[in-house]
């Protein structure tokens, strides 16, 4: 198991972390399995998207804002974070991947993404290659 932490600057955003964990999916020298990308957050999450057009980035986090309004819910009483919460319920807090000769198997279009739902935090990633 590796980990590696990522310092986020913002309240919500994405930041690409695939490089790291390619790097990790090498130095595990797995070549055919699976990769498992973990964070242990209740206000982060880990997706997979495109990233070439940052607009993208920008898209989903409007949307999930969107659809999870801030300032109405119970758990807001106790420390003013459920819309977090909720979004990061949504989008999960891992995603797999396979792994074909050494490499991620991503699609061209693909990244990997720990989303940031309640920062700026420091945020730890988690990577399982078998
Ligand atoms: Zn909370």
New binding site residues.
Partial sequence: MAEFIVRTNKKQEMVDITQRVADLVKQSRVSDGICLVYVPH??AAVAINENADPNVCEDILEALGNLVPEGRWR?DR??N??AA?IKATILGPSQAVPVRGGRLRLGTWQSVMLVELDGPRERSVIVEVR
């Fill in positions: 209740a206000t758990h106790i420390d974070n459920a919460h």
